[in-house]
């Protein structure tokens, strides 16, 4: 098929693409199986998916250019075959006028393509290159699509978002617990990672005076990333679709009124000075009592402030900063883009709340394991490597006395087998008759899990009084000698405690209690 396309053939050009059409077809069949057998690689299918698509809108674009036939190549080539013209006839005119052309045979026609196709091919034995397959099979397209998915999810994903998983929201956690004003407010809890998580979509609810400078670019920044996670997460979904349903659904809300009063707060800040005597535009703040507003006037941060102003508007700002149309319609763009993002934000959080929830429980998971535990899984994770042939070739290291191995993979010296004692056998009953080889072993396993659960099999504390005690008689016999030694030093009240009765006679406090129930006292 190869070297017939090589040799510009229109015909099997167009029966190769529906070729190469119905093997990607069959290649996204496989992808969804293979999302389906590894649902942890879901990521991958999606896209995998979306480059056979986009690879069978390309050739289907290609398909309807070759159907329209605009330059006639495909008609030519037909005719050619048919035996209607002859395959090295060319359009002649004379006087401007095209000549008909002239009607070859039909076996002329069939040796003179096969003779070009021979000539093709004898060339290309000649150069020594290797014709290259026109349509792979589904196997090696699908292999060779998938590890460029997985190049691609490793390079737009973090370690911490898991290919798609999890989000990874440390970064906008850092800069949302800077937000002092905010956090006085108390109305999201960032405790922690997880609770910021929780509560991060509930922007809403903050005072609309604690929204500065600062919270609109950690909004942005918000809005930014949920935005372009789910793009990256969602490859097959229609993104620039969504976008704008979130747009127009906000647009209608505005219009009805269903943002919570926003349109009222957006109206009242931009309004005219007159209509708000109290607000200072400048200092953007608004004072409860006349006499504090003309104080504050007099203030440096306010004329700082209104200086400031004045430098960017040129004069349009006087020196009681009453608003010009200029800056109410700037203010009045930036709180509606504020309203925008909070709006988007809480949808957002909507559409990826499986996901949120997932990166809770597995921040959860990650607190709670222990650090062999987390070594573990990122083994786990991990790619085997392919052996080399070395280490495939490797004989295993002689060891007839079954020496423990160093951090070399070796076996330790004979002397340091002796100096630490590796050779000598301890055994504990409580344990269950587990022997552990060596001092040192033998000390550390009073404080591990199989000696403490045999202990509390006993019903005996595992303190330091029975260290070094492995049998079961002993710690038992102790134990009950350690109790007696107790309640011998206990304080006893019935025997110990001493009363006096009238006649100043002394007394325990059972005989006391006795003859004051006889009334003989």
């Keep these: 098929h190869g070297i017939i396309l090589m040799s510009g053939s229109i015909i099997e050009r167009l029966r190769g693409l529906h070729e190469e059409i119905e093997i990607l077809e069959k290649a996204i069949a496989k992808a969804f199986h293979f999302r389906d057998d590894n649902p942890k690689e879901g990521a991958f299918a999606d896209y995998m998916v979306q480059k056979f698509m986009e690879e069978i809108r390309k050739k289907s674009q290609e398909i309807l250019s070759i159907y329209a036939d605009k330059d006639d190549q495909k008609k030519n080539e037909i005719e050619v075959l048919a035996g209607q013209r002859d395959v090295w006839w060319e359009a002649e005119k004379t006087d401007g ?116 400078k600062a919270y609109q670019d950690y909004v942005e920044a918000l809005y930014i990333y949920m935005n372009g ?33 926003w349109k009222k707060i957006v109206d009242r800040a931009t309004v005219s000075d ?13 004072f409860t009592d006349e006499n504090v507003f003309e104080h504050h006037k007099k203030g440096k941060k306010h004329i700082k402030a209104v200086d400031a102003l004045y430098v960017k508007y040129g004069g349009m700002i006087t020196a009681e900063a009453s608003v010009p149309k200029e800056v109410k319609a700037e203010t009045k763009k930036k709180l ?42 990122e083994n786990e994770n991990k790619e085997p490597e392919p052996a080399s042939e070395s280490e495939e070739e490797k004989q295993p290291e002689y060891n007839p006395k079954h020496f423990p191995t160093g951090f070399d993979g070796k076996p330790i010296p004979y002397w340091l087998y002796k100096l630490h004692g590796l050779g000598i056998e301890y055994k504990c009953e409580i344990c269950g008759g587990t022997s ?33 005690v492995t049998r079961i008689e002993d710690a038992l016999k102790l ?13 006893k009240p019935d025997i110990e405690e001493e009363f006096e009765d009238s006649q100043g006679n002394i007394l325990n406090r059972k005989q006391y209690i006795d003859l004051q129930r006889q009334g003989l006292l």
């Design 336 to 377: 509606e883009r504020q309203v925008f993002l909070e709006y988007a934000i809480e949808k957002l959080y909507d559409n990826l709340e499986d996901v949120i929830y997932a990166t809770i429980n597995q921040v959860r998971k990650k607190q709670s394991r222990l650090y062999s535990e987390i070594l573990a899984a």
């Design 479 to 491: 134990y009950h000698k350690i109790m007696q030694d107790n309640y011998s030093n206990s304080f």
């Design 229 to 261: 996670f789910i793009k990256k997460s969602q490859p097959l979904s229609d993104h620039s679709k969504f976008e704008m349903d979130l747009k127009n659904q906000f647009e209608q809300d505005w219009k009805d009124g269903k943002l919570d009063g």
């Design 97 to 212: 006028v095209e000549i008909e052309p002239k009607k070859g045979d039909v076996w002329v026609n069939y040796y003179s393509k096969l003779k070009e196709i021979r000539d093709h091919c004898t060339k290309l034995q000649s150069t020594m290159e290797e014709v290259p397959a026109d349509n792979p099979s589904v196997e090696a397209t699908f292999d060779q699509m998938l590890s460029l998915a997985t190049r691609k999810c490793d390079e737009i994903f973090t370690a911490e978002e898991g290919k798609g998983k999890y989000v990874d929201m440390n970064t906008l956690y850092t800069k949302f617990i800077n937000l002092k004003k905010v956090l006085s407010a108390n109305v999201i809890k960032a405790d922690t990672y997880i609770s910021y998580l929780l509560n991060f979509s509930r922007l809403k609810e903050i005072p609309t005076r604690l929204k500065d």
């Design 274 to 286: 007159k209509a708000d005597p109290l607000f200072c535009f400048a200092c953007q703040k608004k």
């Design 436 to 468: 552990y080889w060596g001092r040192r072993a033998f000390e550390r396993h009073f404080q591990e899990w199989r000696h403490a659960y045999g202990m509390k099999c006993l019903k005996i504390p595992n303190t330091v009084h029975f260290r070094d």
